[in-house]
Nanobody
Framework: VQLVESGGGLVQPGGSLRLSCAAS????????MSWYRQAPGNERELVAT????????TYTDSVKGRFTISRDNAKNTVYLQMNSLKPEDTAVYYC?????????????WGQGAQVTVSS
């Protein structure tokens, strides 16, 4: 399993960024995908999840209405569109997928993408 994030950077409050995660080494089309984030001194936090069948997305309350998770199964890529960014969105954002076999979950992570929201 390989997950490679891109698209992070520095943006002013109110601005937008789109993160991408290129996936390989597993059955992407049938796999759930998530974005997590971790700010300095904080625990890693689940931001958004998308599953394929059925097509369902979920978000943590603090990003609802501002962030959108989507996927392109033809490109094996998941995206996180982030609008109306706030300083408290500053964190390292991680792409995630998981496998559950016989009740045991194994998580896979990308290397992370830094998002900094500051004026």
């Amino acid at each position: 399993v390989q997950l490679v994030e891109s698209g992070g950077g520095l943006v002013q409050p109110g601005g937008s960024l789109r993160l991408s995660c290129a996936a390989s080494g597993f059955a992407f089309r049938s796999s759930g995908m998530s974005w997590y984030r971790q700010a300095p001194g904080n625990e890693r936090e689940l931001v958004a999840t998308i599953i394929s069948n059925p097509a369902i997305t979920t978000y943590t309350d603090s990003v609802k209405g501002r962030f959108t998770i989507s996927r392109d199964n033809a490109k094996n890529t998941v995206y996180l569109q982030m609008n109306s960014l706030k300083p408290e969105d500053t964190a390292v954002y991680y792409c995630n997928t998981w496998k559950t076999i016989m009740g045991t979950r194994t998580d896979y992570w990308g290397q992370g993408a830094q998002v900094t929201v500051s004026s």
